[in-house]
């Protein structure tokens, strides 16, 4: 079994607005560098629109690697997560039907859509990181393989518990099921948006998956404390290491996630 790589999310609490985040490029760079320390080898972030200083920033900062999120936004307003050499970008597999406290973000993206991200990705060596919401985002996956569009391994993140139109339960056995589901080749990440969160986290951690952790998943410990992404990452950590898997470094990451290939 792979050692387990930590996706952390530091940004915007979708359930709890309220809660703070880095949201500076300096802001962002040192809880990047926190949540390296913590056990993290990947960050996940929004940037705040500002890509280009963001990744500039988190470079100079410490090699963790970059995953550019906000796959709600037009191809147009991420033209420069693949200038600024980010290393995953994020890229729905479905439409976006989600109702969080504070916004509700529905809108459609289509197969040419996909086809273009993946061609943009080949082109710019950057490792699409595909959301699979529910079952008909790994028909779509496979239509991208099938089309010849992407290379193994297909890097995907599993998402339950999100409230919306794209809802699935929090629950195992709709893990394992969804899981079941995926074509061979697949770098598996699971995120759970619910306070039972632990229970398949843990199930992912023992299935030899990967996990996504942070303020923008899930803001709390599992003692119900409010917490930070860098201490939501030491946690899962620990978990990790007491069902006897340790934790990727930056360089293992790299090597599970085909990113040196690219």
């Not at 309220?18 to 802001?27: C, E, F, G």
């Not at 080898?41 to 906000?70: C, F, K, N, P, Y």
């Not at 393989?145 to 297909?154: E, G, M, R, T, V």
């Not at 599992?222 to 899962?236: D, F, M, N, Q």
């Amino acid at each position: 079994m792979d050692p387990l790589i930590i996706v952390a999310t530091p940004n915007t609490c979708w359930l709890k607005p309220s809660v703070d985040y880095p949201r500076t490029p300096q802001a962002i760079a040192q809880e990047a560098k926190r949540c390296l320390e913590k056990g993290a080898s990947v960050l996940h972030t929004h940037a705040e629109g500002r890509w280009t200083a963001v990744i500039r920033a988190v470079h100079a900062s410490r090699d963790i690697i970059i995953q550019s999120g906000m796959s709600s936004l037009d191809i147009k307003d991420r033209l420069d997560c693949f200038r600024q050499k980010s290393d995953m970008l994020s890229i729905i597999l479905n439409h976006h039907d989600e109702a969080f406290a504070e916004v509700d973000c529905l809108k459609l993206h289509s197969k040419q859509e996909l086809e273009k991200y993946a061609r943009l990705c080949k082109k710019h060596h950057v490792a699409p990181e595909f959301e699979v919401w529910h079952a008909g985002s790994i028909w779509n996956l496979n239509y991208l393989i099938n089309k010849k569009l992407l290379s193994i391994p297909y890097i995907t993140t599993l998402f339950f518990g999100w409230p919306g139109g794209t809802w699935s339960p929090p629950t195992v056995e709709e893990y394992l099921y969804r899981r079941r589901l995926l074509p061979p080749g697949c770098a598996v990440v699971v995120s759970i948006m619910h306070q039972d969160q632990m229970k398949i986290l843990a199930a992912a951690i023992l299935e030899g998956d990967h996990v996504r952790v942070g303020t923008e998943d899930y803001c709390y410990t599992r003692s119900g404390k409010l917490a930070k992404t860098h201490e939501l990452v030491e946690e899962i950590a620990s978990i990790s290491r007491s069902l006897g898997r340790p934790v990727a470094s930056v360089k293992q990451a790299r090597r599970i996630l085909g990113l040196n290939r690219r």
